[in-house]
């Protein structure tokens, strides 16, 4: 666009000197008229385009958003099909899928008549720009006959490569506002991340060192929105030894684990774990990766040199023999 514009604004430019203006028994030659003239029609369709397209900046933000909703819907059916069979809870699943399919389905019929709105605009812009030129030229050709019909067509050859190099906003308009959209929905989780990033860098700050053993000393842990959960804990653990972590409900029991793994930022004191060693922490729900079987034996470390000896060793512990000859077999492990 920059490159058609330069090489033709010159052009009409000149062309522009062609055309006389009468007014009041006298002619006048505007310098640059027919540039000027394509400048305030790029804008005029630029404004209108705009105003007709942007709604789609949200819309589209929002069906990133639905989609997003129902297809983790469907993740989390996947996951949890055997148990919400046993519940019978197939028909409340059925109407929350419903809801967040009409919820995709509406806002897509919105991008539809929106889109459809803003084509039928840069149709019309586009096609009005071919007779637009001729128009504006129409007096230097009835008036005082200082153009012919050859020079007409010179004018709207040249204007259509300025007015077109001018509409690049206008001719784009759907595509800018599908990738503002995405942009914007990026920006959100980056805003989300910074926020917990201050948060975490300016209020508190979980200490982390190494040493012999599991020292805790002063620990503080807070919900994100500044409420204690545990006040000043002090735990010694020695190697070897075995604890026991109870409490009611909603006490912060998942959370001080949490914390210890260093994944919970919100919170002050010292934690300290024993040097050297990697601590394997297991979550209340157990995960398995994708993968074969012996990927998911290693998981998390992936240890190399393991040999099928000891892997079939590690299952014969745990009475999985069944399993000793599929170690090179893949499947959702977690479902077997």
């Known amino acids: 666009s920059v490159t058609t514009l330069a090489a033709f604004v010159f052009m009409l430019w000149n062309l522009s000197a062609m055309i006389t203006i009468p007014w009041q028994g006298s002619l006048y030659t505007i310098p640059g008229y027919l540039v000027w003239a394509a400048l305030i029609y790029s804008i005029f369709g630029t404004i209108l385009a705009a105003l007709i397209g942007r709604p789609l900046i949200s819309l589209n933000f929002n069906q990133e958003r639905f989609q997003a909703d129902f297809r983790f819907s469907m993740m989390r059916l996947r996951e949890n099909s055997e148990s919400i069979a046993l519940y019978g809870g197939e028909a409340e699943e059925h109407h929350h899928f419903l809801q967040r399919f009409a919820n995709v389905y509406a806002n897509y019929w919105r991008i539809i008549w929106r889109s459809m709105r803003l084509n039928w605009w840069v149709s019309g812009y586009g096609q009005a720009a071919i007779i637009f030129p001729i128009l504006v030229s129409l007096p230097a050709y009835f008036v005082n006959r200082a153009i012919g019909i050859g020079g007409l067509q010179q004018i709207a050859a040249a204007f259509g490569q300025v007015q077109g190099a001018l509409s690049f906003i206008v001719s784009s308009y759907g595509s800018l506002a599908n990738w503002h959209a995405v942009v914007d929905r990026l920006r959100f989780f980056e805003r989300s991340m910074d926020e917990v990033r201050i948060i975490r860098e300016t209020h508190y700050q979980i200490e982390r060192k190494d040493g012999p053993r599991l020292l805790v000393k002063d620990l503080n842990v807070r919900l994100p929105d500044g409420r ?93 023999d069944a399993l000793v000859d599929k170690l090179e077999d893949a499947r959702l492990w977690s479902h077997v």
């Open 228 to 320: 204690e959960l545990i006040h000043r804990l002090d735990m010694d653990v020695q190697r070897g030894q075995r604890l026991l972590i109870m409490g009611p409900s909603g006490s912060g029991k998942s959370t001080l684990v949490r914390a210890l793994a260093g994944i919970w930022p919100f919170g002050e004191g010292v934690v300290q774990m024993p040097q050297g060693d990697r601590p394997l922490f297991l979550p209340q729900k157990p995960y398995l990766p994708l993968g074969t079987l012996r990927d998911v034996l290693v998981y998390p470390f992936g240890v190399p040199g393991v040999s099928d000896v000891q892997l079939q060793q590690v299952l014969h512990l745990v009475a999985m």
